[in-house]
């Protein structure tokens, strides 16, 4: 990954763009890591990709709760249990 560091990331900021586009691009402040950039389109298939981990694992624990016996009628009983 190609890092610039803040000054350079602000004086280059079109070539970052341009690059970003090809590659995430690393940007240090202060000699450390501070951010990452990415494409739009990077940033968009990263979230598509997050939420259907999402979903499965939501689906995984729906079926698991309906295996131990958890319907909704049981789980308005716990909810509701304020003991």
Do not use: C
Not at 2 to 17: D, M, P, Q, V
Not at 64 to 75: K, N, R, S, V, Y
């Amino acid at each position: 990954m190609k890092t610039y560091s803040a000054l350079e990331a602000k004086n280059r900021f079109g070539e970052l763009i341009e690059a970003a586009q090809r590659q995430p691009i690393g940007v240090t402040r202060n000699g450390r890591p501070s951010v990452v950039l990415i494409s739009a389109e990077s940033y968009a298939r990263r979230q598509r990709m997050a939420r259907e981990r999402m979903r499965q694992a939501m689906q995984r624990a729906g079926e698991h709760a309906a295996a131990q016996g958890l319907d909704e009628a049981a789980l308005e009983r716990l909810l509701a249990d304020e003991s």
